[in-house]
T-cell receptor
């Protein structure tokens, strides 16, 4: 299994509070991703990173920010959590880079977030 | 309209059946096509990967891509109860940013 650890695995929080999810990898891969998974929508890309301090927005980035200060860690922050952000969040890493980044991803186990 | 459409099912088949899972897409830039399998409360895992049009076989699994029709398929032969999972199609133009289908829930009953 790819060395990806997500924390926390489960979290319940209240509307308006900030939340940070952490993704840690031991593979030294350059590309890291955050997806959310919701019924009827499949997996949707929130943000991704292609190197330390290099990040970009995905399809559903509003209300989320990310940071990557080390190769192994990619943090997802919900600045002020809303009920619409109740979801399962998956981190993923890619062994491929640049134009050969074909999308073969390795996923973590997921972080289940409930916003009341 | 979504870029990738996948019938969410659920699909229930008897053990030993041939299963056909399908996705259609609208973005002509997609070059790389994948199928991921996701067991309950787990992360998706890559099952099959295909570049451009054609077929690819791996054991009981066959992936087909028809770019002219913008249609991809996954066939599972001699299905087993252990194949029960959600199957997600995914596509990429090569940037590493995947677009996923909704996922099809498959149950194979003994």
């Amino acid at each position: 299994d790819a060395g990806i650890t997500q924390s926390p695995r489960h979290k319940v929080t209240e509307t308006g509070t900030p939340v940070t999810l952490r993704c840690h990898q031991t593979e030294n891969h350059r590309y890291m991703y955050w997806y959310r998974q919701d019924p009827g929508h499949g997996l949707r890309l929130i943000h991704y990173s292609y190197g330390v301090k290099d990040t970009d927005k995905g399809e559903v980035s509003d209300g989320y920010s990310v940071s990557r200060s080390k190769t192994e860690d990619f943090l997802l922050t919900l600045e002020s959590a809303t009920s619409s952000q109740t979801s399962v969040y998956f981190c993923a890493i890619s062994a491929r880079t640049g134009l050969s980044n074909t999308g073969e991803l390795f996923f973590g186990e997921g972080s289940r977030l409930t916003v009341l | 309209q979504k870029e990738v459409e996948q019938d969410p099912g659920p699909l229930s088949v008897p053990e030993g059946a041939i299963v056909s899972l399908n996705c259609t897409y609208s973005n002509s830039a997609f070059q790389y096509f994948m199928w991921y399998r996701q067991y309950s409360r787990k992360g998706p895992e890559l099952l099959m990967y295909t570049y451009s049009s054609g077929n690819k076989e791996d054991g009981r699994f066959t992936a087909q891509v028809d770019k002219s029709s913008k249609y991809i398929s996954l066939f599972i032969r001699d299905s087993q109860p252990s194949d029960s999972a959600t199957y997600l199609c995914a596509m990429s133009p090569g940037s590493g940013k995947l677009t996923f289908g909704q996922g099809t829930i498959l149950t194979v009953h003994p």
